[in-house]
T-cell receptor
């Protein structure tokens, strides 16, 4: 079974600055995957970035990157050069061998102009 | 491709009524899932399917039924709606070889 914890209910950042969203997880599985999903006010769930646990290299997608610390079971998301369109709820999620994708409770990100 | 589509977008039910939330995908994905999102709780898995004719329970299956007669469709049935089922429902799908899921736009359900 997996659990995912996002300890920051809300975060804010100035436009063009960098922000880091925290996520810790727990799983008994040796093979698992980690994700960050973005949910704007439209409610659509959009995949931001993914990380395979067996890969040591941190995933990067344009302005989005992760800091994956496997021993500490930590999976933080860094957003560089924040834009107004980045404002949304961000969910961290973990998937093991089963089909179950376990989500954290989310972090609401506000981007200030 | 239309991706993952869900109907209706909004629905209001009275306690005890039944209804079906529709989900369809045109990407020939093997895996499909239903989640519910409650305020402050993230998404939780209700039921999932690994292919036509095969379904299984997720984390919160009580009060819901599913079936998968075709690859494209995965309807979610509420047998006797209760106020505790007021939520936003998301359908998702993925290819067998991929690990990430595509989500539909969601259905906001209110049970009074």
């Amino acid at each position: 079974a997996q659990t995912v914890t996002q300890s920051q209910p809300e975060m804010s950042v100035q436009e063009a600055e960098t922000v880091t969203l925290s996520c810790t997880y727990d799983t008994s599985e040796s093979d698992y995957y980690l994700f960050w999903y973005k949910q704007p006010p439209s409610r659509q769930m959009i995949l931001v970035i993914r990380q395979e646990a067996y890969k040591q290299q941190n995933a990067t997608e344009n302005r989005f990157s992760v800091n994956f610390q496997k021993a500490a079971k930590s999976f933080s998301l860094k957003i560089s050069d924040s834009q107004l369109g980045d404002a949304a709820m961000y969910f961290c999620a973990c998937k093991g061998g089963s089909e179950k994708l376990v989500f954290g409770k989310g972090t609401k990100l506000t981007v200030n102009p | 491709n239309a991706g993952v589509t869900q109907t209706p977008k909004f629905q209001v039910l009275k306690t005890g009524q039944s209804m079906t939330l529709q989900c369809a995908q045109d990407m020939n994905h093997e895996y499909m899932s239903w989640y519910r999102q409650d305020p402050g709780m993230g998404l939780r898995l209700i039921h999932y399917s690994v292919g036509a004719g095969i379904t299984d329970q997720g984390e919160v299956p009580n009060g819901y039924n599913v079936s998968r007669s075709t690859t494209e469709d995965f309807p979610l049935r509420l047998l006797s709606a209760a106020p505790s089922q007021t939520s936003v429902y998301f359908c998702a799908s993925r290819q067998g070889a991929a690990i990430w899921q595509y989500f539909g736009p969601g259905t906001r359900l209110t049970v009074t």
